[in-house]
Nanobody, 124 residues
Framework: QVQLVESGGELVQAGGSLRLSCAAS????????MGWFRQVSGTEREFVAT????????VYADSVKGRFTISRDNAKNTVYLQMNSLKPEDTAVYYC?????????????????WGQGTQVTVSS
């Protein structure tokens, strides 16, 4: 079992930055692909970014490419999402997820463990 806890979400003005963290316990994250997803109430969960177990393969959604950066520190069992140039449309609950294996994925159904989410609100 892997327990994931996100933090760092808050209210920020458009154009601002936030860094989300996802801390894991229960298992070392070095064997897991990690992903960030987001969800607005009443809509489908949306892929944001994913990173392979050692960080060598990273994929972003087109909507965040060039603005968001996913990274990981396996020694700290933590994954990060640096979000810059935030827009009101980035407002959502952000979830981190873990997938046992080597292949990155933008499909939420491929992930085995999820955190509880952290709210990001971007005001215009």
């Amino acid at each position: 079992q892997v327990q994931l806890v996100e933090s760092g979400g808050e209210l920020v003005q458009a154009g601002g930055s936030l860094r989300l963290s996802c801390a894991a316990s229960g298992r070392t994250l070095s064997s897991y692909v990690m992903g960030w997803f987001r969800q607005v109430s009443g809509t489908e969960r949306e892929f944001v970014a994913t990173i392979s177990s050692r960080g060598g393969n990273i994929v972003y959604a087109d909507s965040v490419k060039g603005r968001f950066t996913i990274s990981r520190d396996n020694a700290k069992n933590t994954v990060y999402l640096q979000m810059n140039s935030l827009k009101p449309e980035d407002t959502a609950v952000y979830y981190c997820a873990a997938r046992l294996g080597f292949s990155v994925s933008n499909y939420s159904g491929n992930y085995d463990y999820w955190g509880q989410g952290t709210q990001v609100t971007v005001s215009s």
